[in-house]
């Protein structure tokens, strides 16, 4: 009885080459990968500044509160 020829697996883990029906993806040289992660970094940090601004606004906003409610309980005793 003959068995069947074993075939030979691929060495590489690119899937678009094990599953060439999938819908192919550009590869970004090295330049444009570096643009991407710098336009990245470029959104965190805004969204960073707009973050800060807005915790330190709440917070002198609680400050202020606190500081109003002490005044209160001081001129009702």
Do not use: S, Y
Not at 5 to 16: E, I, P, Y
Not at 24 to 32: D, F, G, P, Q
């Amino acid at each position: 009885m003959r068995m069947a020829r074993r075939t030979k697996l691929r060495q590489g883990n690119d899937l678009f080459e094990i599953f060439p029906d999938l819908p192919w993806h550009r590869r970004r040289n090295a330049a444009e990968q570096v643009e991407r992660v710098r336009r990245q970094v470029r959104v965190t940090q805004a969204r960073a500044g707009e973050n800060i601004r807005r915790q330190r606004a709440a917070t002198e906003q609680m400050r202020a509160m606190i500081e109003t409610q002490m005044l209160q309980r001081r001129r009702q005793r």
